[in-house]
């Protein structure tokens, strides 16, 4: 499946996979580095998809002139 159609959370799920997969340590060397190449880009698109989870709900925030305002997440009982 290509990486740009993966959803965050398929994208998460593959880079366990991976990171499984190189904790064996039984791949030939080739095939390690692709699966490497392959991870990193995941890390890559699930920091993208967070930070811009993250500046959406900045942006919902707003403070009551218009400037943002942090609000901790509340803890569930």
């Given at each position: 499946?290509?990486?740009?159609?993966?959803?965050?959370?398929?994208s998460?799920?593959?880079?366990?996979e991976?990171?499984?997969?190189?904790?064996?340590?039984?791949?030939?060397?080739?095939?390690?580095?692709?699966?490497?190449?392959?991870?990193?880009?995941?890390?890559?698109?699930?920091?993208?998809?967070?930070?811009?989870?993250?500046?959406?709900?900045?942006?919902?925030?707003?403070?009551?002139?218009?400037?943002?305002?942090?609000?901790p997440?509340?803890e569930?009982?």
């Amino acid at each position: 499946m290509s990486q740009e159609k993966l959803t965050f959370e398929q994208s998460l799920q593959r880079l366990d996979e991976i990171v499984k997969s190189l904790e064996k340590g039984d791949r030939p060397l080739e095939e390690a580095l692709a699966l490497f190449e392959e991870g990193a880009g995941l890390v890559r698109f699930c920091g993208k998809t967070l930070d811009e989870a993250e500046q959406k709900i900045v942006r919902l925030q707003r403070g009551p002139e218009g400037a943002p305002t942090e609000v901790p997440f509340e803890e569930e009982p």
